[in-house]
């Protein structure tokens, strides 16, 4: 009996990196997690235990640290960038290096109506995330975000849906609407304003959330993709993935009290989920 191994990767994930940047007495801080995956010419270490081409994940780990220091993280795609490139450069039995980066977000804290220059705080559970994949052929940045929660209790409706002899659901003109966005997106160019794009993207999908008359989180997503392409130019498509955070309205009329659409009940599980990718045309 033969076998064959028909594809294999290996890597570190979850590297966990604050660096301080000090410009004088302001203070600069990129709060990242790293994953690092690499494939190519790995074959005898899984049949024969040969490890002659395996870099540990250790020195993978310290790579990360290593180039931090060196320079300023700066934008995370430029810093996967230098990443993916250093492995490349340095690892000739590597065909494909994939790195994913995700930021934790912070900001300044105000203090007598000034930013402090070294006092943080968090953006919560909202992360800026990018994946650089690069080969001997060449290097393609993606970015997107995770987790931002959003909500919004008027202007949303859902109606007019297919009913079977199982639908409970009540239609209804008037809900809370409430989501977590994921989004990703592909840059069309390794020459761009990574920062800005990011922050055009964002304020795109937040603005659109808020104000598009919504039938559905299908119809909104849509709405949002389509603003999130048209401001930023550097992206031919987005994906997006949206779960309904149902709030659902608790009966006050069983004691004797009007329901006014005013006390709802937050519900974790099970939840609708709906995703989709947007492209120019």
Known sequence: MSFELVSNNYGKSAVRLLRVTRDGQQHDVKDI???????????AVHTVGDNSRVLPTDTMKNTVYALAAR?????????????VEHFLDHNRQVSQVKLGISERLWSRIPVDKKLHPTAFVSGGDERRTACVTGTRAGIAISAGIDDLLVLRTAGSAFDGYTKDSYTTLSETRDRIFATIVKA??????????????????RGALLESFAAHPSESVQHTLYAMAKSAIERCKEIREIWLSMPNKHHLPFDLS?????????VFVPTDEPYGLISATVRRA
Do not use: H, K
Request: hydrophobic residues 30%; charged residues 35%; proline residues 2%.
């Open 71 to 83: 320079q300023p993280v700066g934008e995370i795609e430029e810093f996967a960038q230098r990443l």
């Open 254 to 262: 069983r004691f004797g009290m009007e329901n006014r659409n005013e």
């Open 33 to 43: 997690s790293v994953d690092i995956q690499f494939e190519g010419d790995f074959e």
């Open 184 to 201: 990703d997106w592909l840059y069309e160019t390794r020459e761009t304003n990574f920062g800005s794009c990011w922050r055009t993207i």
